[in-house]
């Protein structure tokens, strides 16, 4: 686990590099601004995650937060990164990762009820996870999650731990919760324990058919008791017939939806429900850590047989999602073990194989994601009064969407986390 050694040293010194500017200081020969002092990003163009694309301005941040974006030169005092050839946007915003999952260090294998690892253990593997995040540009989280994601979403709020800001279920709810009365009562406990989302099962694993687990009546208490307490729920249903349950339960979101239809799509559409779909990074790094996965729980060769199976079906679902009306599609990638740090990969290929458009794929990444945690007036866009969740690629990632793969700086809440100065585009 250097790589979390290596985190925390990166965030307590000033950032490297940069260039010579007018109308600023060198961010390379400074030590960390005060909170008096503004901070400006000057690149090719900004990308202000509702869609518009501005050029000839900069980004202004102080104290943390979206001060201006003015325009290019007009801010004076301020330390600069001036970053030519890239593009300014809003961190990503990832709304579903599992935090905490990781191959053991002693075997490589993925870590099970075998493992001996300890509590403390989980929690530095969840802690080097969100570095990794981090570091690929994605700034916030929602893990579904584990006990392991509490000590870390609370340490990076403080402060104390490079990370994205998380969200977490700490547990499901499962079949096994028990009926509607159970449920609730898991619903409180959940609440109580602090966690920000409700995560709820109400289908089997794909690699098992993926067929409905939990009943209209069950749904009914779980998404109506997170809703009396103030919680989102969001559902892990691949069929139309478990996404229609909890639709007509009032959940929040619908997770992987790999055998939907369009007529059930449609029904989240009408319900409004957020659509999170899963359709390559998933099955990509099963495929490459096999041998890693293979012979834990349902990770059995006919689990790999369905799961590639599932591949262009599920591209076929988020494809016929893109041409239904009023249907918001939002970024996930369900990152597991071997994943965290390459979550960028699946708008790359919702882009170029879903047929996707660069600009709506960026949106639903950042302000429309955002919007599905009730975090629309935080974070997810570039303006005045949000967060200053902001990173930078090198070229354009509405030309290219690949560009999202080449972060330059990394900023959460006004700290500058990575910096890769621009000797020119790739």
């Known amino acids: 686990m250097t790589i979390l050694v290596a985190a925390v040293s990166i965030s307590l010194m000033p950032a490297a590099g940069g260039c010579a500017t007018d109308g600023g200081r060198d961010a390379s020969d400074l030590h960390p601004a005060g909170p008096d002092a ?47 050839g890239a593009t300014v946007l809003p961190g990503l915003i990832d709304t579903h990762v599992h935090l905490g999952w990781h191959f053991d260090a002693a075997t490589g294998r993925l870590s099970s009820a075998a493992s001996t690892n300890t509590a403390e253990d989980r929690v530095l593997y969840a802690a080097e996870n969100a570095w990794n995040m981090l570091a690929s540009g994605v700034t916030t989280v929602q893990s579904l999650g584990g006990p392991e994601d509490v000590p870390v979403r609370d340490a990076i709020a403080r402060g104390s731990l ?16 028990g009926g509607p009365e159970e449920i609730r009562a898991r619903v409180d406990e959940l609440a109580a324990a602090g966690a920000d989302v409700i995560k709820i099962f109400a289908s089997a694993s794909i690699r098992v058919g993926g067929t409905p687990t939990l009943s209209q ?13 103030g919680l989102r729920a969001v559902v892990h249903a691949h069929g139309p017939e478990s996404a229609r349950r909890s639709a007509l339960a009032g959940c929040r979101q619908i997770e992987h939806g790999a055998l939907l239809d369009r007529e059930t799509l449609e029904l989240l559409a009408e319900r409004q429900l957020y659509y999170d779909p899963h359709t ?23 689990g790999f047989r369905q799961m590639r199976a599932a591949v262009p079906v599920a591209l076929a679902a988020f494809r016929e999602a ?91 809440a006004g700290v500058v986390y990575r910096h890769r100065p621009l000797a020119g585009t790739p």
């Open 38 to 84: 503004a901070v400006v990003i000057r690149a090719d163009r900004i990308l202000d995650g509702r869609g518009a694309a501005l050029t000839g301005r900069e980004l202004v941040v102080r104290d943390g937060r979206i001060e201006a974006i003015a325009e290019a030169g007009a801010t004076q005092g301020a330390v600069v990164y001036r970053l030519p």
């Open 217 to 229: 009546e069950q749904l009914d208490a779980a998404c109506g008791r997170a809703r009396e307490r």
């Open 322 to 412: 893109l041409d239904v009306e009023g249907l918001d599609i939002v970024f996930g990638t369900d990152a597991v073990a071997g994943a965290h740090g390459r979550n960028w990969t699946e708008l790359v290929y919702r882009v170029r194989e879903g047929g996707q458009d660069p600009m709506e794929a960026i949106v639903s990444a950042t302000s429309l994601a955002a919007a599905s945690l009730e975090l629309e007036e935080t974070v997810g866009t570039l303006a005045p009064g949000f967060e200053a969740d902001v990173i930078a690629v090198a070229g354009d990632p509405t030309a290219d969407i690949g560009a999202l793969e080449h972060v330059v700086l990394v900023m959460r």
């Open 280 to 302: 390559h990074l998933i099955f990509e790094n099963y495929f490459v850590n096999q041998d890693r996965y293979l012979g834990v729980g349902n990770y059995t060769e006919d």
């Open 162 to 177: 490079p990370g994205p800001r998380i969200l977490t279920s700490i547990e499901p709810i499962t079949l096994g919760s």
